[in-house]
């Protein structure tokens, strides 16, 4: 089935800690999203790429580093996570400029 | 700056009840405008999206939404609720003058609905 996966569902990470978050997608999609959701503050943009070889930094970029080196995936690392980074990561893409974003399932990460 | 707002954090409804939830968004210029749906522990769905032409936008699930240019809104409508509408909505905008294309969201409105 068409769509994005993301890895791991759930992880729990002690502070200081590397830790890579995992998205890959099946359609094709030249851009793709890192985005993390926080209680009360809706969905915010970490990292996007609008085509394979190249990134950009979105609203809330500091610890967290991106690459996407095909077409397929784009893994999030936090260096040296942080409690802050207790959040739910969303992974999304679309086909192109405007085009409707399609959202993986979700990383729910706690760092202690 | 750019940005959405949802101006009511948390709706409740009667199953059956009309329903409509607010965004407003600031931008320069008319931004691309979307509605997404969460439900619990799940990731987001696309309600409906508006990019030009006629303003009133119909999507899935039987949701429609209404742009009015001159109050900055966006707002998403829908004549009977049924139980499993509750969820949260996210209204979302993507500037048409910017060559980063994600969305920017607003922080959400959860629906309870009532038997």
């Known amino acids: 089935i068409a769509g994005i996966t993301q890895a791991p569902t759930s992880q729990i990470l002690a502070a200081g800690r590397r830790m890579t978050l995992r998205c890959t997608q099946d359609?094709?999609?030249?851009?793709m999203y890192w985005y993390r959701q926080d209680l009360g503050l809706g969905l915010r943009l970490i990292h996007y790429s609008n085509t394979a070889g190249t990134t950009g930094k979105g609203e809330v970029p500091d610890g967290y580093s991106v690459s996407r080196a095909n077409t397929d995936d784009f893994p999030l690392t936090l260096a040296s996570a942080v409690p802050s980074q207790t959040s739910v990561y969303f992974c999304a893409s679309s086909a192109g400029v405007y085009n409707e974003q399609f959202f993986g399932p979700g990383t729910r990460l706690t760092v202690l | 700056a750019q940005s959405v707002t949802q101006p009511d954090i948390h709706i409740t409804v009667s199953e059956g009840a009309s329903l409509e939830l607010r965004c407003n968004y600031s931008y320069g210029a008319t931004p691309y405008l979307f509605w997404y749906v969460q439900s619990p522990g799940q990731g987001l769905q696309l309600l409906l999206k508006?990019?030009?032409?006629?303003?009133l936008v119909q999507g899935i699930k039987g949701f429609e939404a209404e742009f009015k240019r001159s109050q900055s809104s966006f707002n998403l409508r829908k004549p009977s609720v049924h139980w499993s509408d509750a969820a949260e909505y996210f209204c979302?905008?993507?500037?048409?003058?910017?060559?980063?294309?994600?969305?920017?969201f607003g922080s959400g409105t959860r629906l309870q609905v009532q038997p």
């Open positions: 979302a905008a993507v500037p048409e003058d910017t060559g980063r294309r994600a969305l920017t």
């Open positions: 359609m094709r999609h030249n851009a």
């Open positions: 508006y990019f030009s032409g006629d303003t």
